[in-house]
């Protein structure tokens, strides 16, 4: 069981947009601005799409948001586009002996 | 530009010790601030952080697995080496491993991962 908790799947049309959850605890999500985001298709590795809660690495497209509230962080991602079908994961830090943890994962279906 | 590849190993036995070797380019990691990890994922599954060296050669373990690991950097060869021991069927999974910065906790490029597979 992933230490942060995702929803295994959203869907959404093009043009449309979705949110993705990523909830924690006090002890990293809530504690700490080190939330991080990526994006793994089929086959391929982990591509960092939002770090620090919601700083854009570069070359990243600002469909994509990321915001926090409490233990939960989010992603939202707007204007869906087919390529954006994907697994997404959260990671967040989690104190100096835990380091990162991150969160089991959803599928983004788009429709 | 930042690369990063794993190498290792495609078949281990069970009990026996993986070890698993990080060549990067693009960045030293005798550079403040600059540090390397291992992540894994389980066939269909979530991915996992085992652990982290930091240019300073500081070092993080995923406390679920500290007793098995331990990660070494050579500076002059630009690798990371990863060793987990006492391999289980439950450790086969893709190993990758990816640059981080230590100002911003993230993993930020990766390697392309590579398949161990723990069978007799």
């Known amino acids: 069981q992933s230490a942060l908790t995702q929803p295994a799947s959203v869907s959404g049309s093009p043009g449309q947009s979705i949110t993705i959850s990523c909830t924690g605890t006090?002890?990293?999500?809530?504690?700490?601005?080190?939330v991080s985001w990526y994006q793994q298709h089929p086959g391929k590795a982990p591509k960092l799409m939002i770090y620090e809660v919601s700083k854009w690495p570069s070359g990243v497209s600002n469909r994509f948001s990321g915001s926090k509230s409490g233990n939960t962080a989010s992603l939202t991602i707007s204007g869906l586009q087919a390529e954006d079908e994907a697994d997404y994961y959260c990671c967040s830090y989690a104190g100096s002996s835990t380091f990162v943890v991150f969160g089991g994962g959803t599928k983004l279906t788009v429709l | 530009q930042i690369t990063l590849k794993e190498s290792g190993p495609t078949l281990v036995k069970p009990t026996q010790t993986l070890t698993l070797t990080c060549t990067f380019s693009?960045?030293?990691?005798?550079?403040?601030?600059?540090?390397v990890g291992w992540i894994r994922q389980p066939p269909g599954k979530a991915l996992e952080w085992l652990a982290l060296i930091y240019w300073n050669d500081d070092y993080r373990y995923s406390p679920s697995l500290k007793s098995r690991l331990t990660i070494t950097k050579d500076t002059s060869k630009n690798q990371v080496v990863l060793t987990m021991t006492n391999m289980d069927p439950v450790d086969t999974a893709t190993y990758f491993c990816?640059?981080?910065?230590?100002?911003?906790?993230?993993?930020?490029?990766w390697g392309q991962g590579t398949l161990v597979t723990v069978s007799s």
């Open positions: 693009g960045f030293s990691l005798s550079t403040t601030g600059v540090g």
């Open positions: 006090s002890s990293d999500v809530g504690s700490y601005n080190f």
């Open positions: 990816a640059h981080l910065l230590q100002r911003q906790l993230d993993f930020d490029y």
